[in-house]
Nanobody, 115 residues
Framework: VQLVESGGGLVQPGGSLRLSCAASGFTFSAYYMRWYRQAPGKERELVAQISLGGGGSTNYADSVKGRFTISRDNAKNTVYLQMNSLKPEDTAVYFC????????WGQGTQVTVSS
């Protein structure tokens, strides 16, 4: 199993970023996919998850509802996180996750929101 995140960077408050996570080594469409984040000195927290198959069910942390959107493209084995109206408190390392018989994680991508 391999998860590779990309798309992080430095953005001003109010800006947008789109994170991608390319997955391999398992049947992508058969599993929920999740985005987590971890800010310095804080625990890792669940940001968003999307159901298997067509991804008809999504869930978000209260802190990102209405600003972030998770989606998936099963043909590309990729899950996305569209982040709009970014705030300084969104600054963190963002990780892609899949739970098989074990939790698998990507290496993370840094998102910094600062003026």
């Amino acid at each position: 199993v391999q998860l590779v995140e990309s798309g992080g960077g430095l953005v001003q408050p109010g800006g947008s970023l789109r994170l991608s996570c390319a997955a391999s080594g398992f049947t992508f469409s058969a599993y929920y996919m999740r985005w987590y984040r971890q800010a310095p000195g804080k625990e890792r927290e669940l940001v968003a998850q999307i159901s298997l198959g067509g991804g008809g069910s999504t869930n978000y942390a209260d802190s990102v509802k209405g600003r972030f959107t998770i989606s998936r493209d099963n043909a590309k084995n990729t899950v996305y996180l569209q982040m709009n109206s970014l705030k300084p408190e969104d600054t963190a390392v963002y990780f892609c996750n899949v739970r098989l018989s074990y939790d698998y994680w990507g290496q993370g991508t840094q998102v910094t929101v600062s003026s």
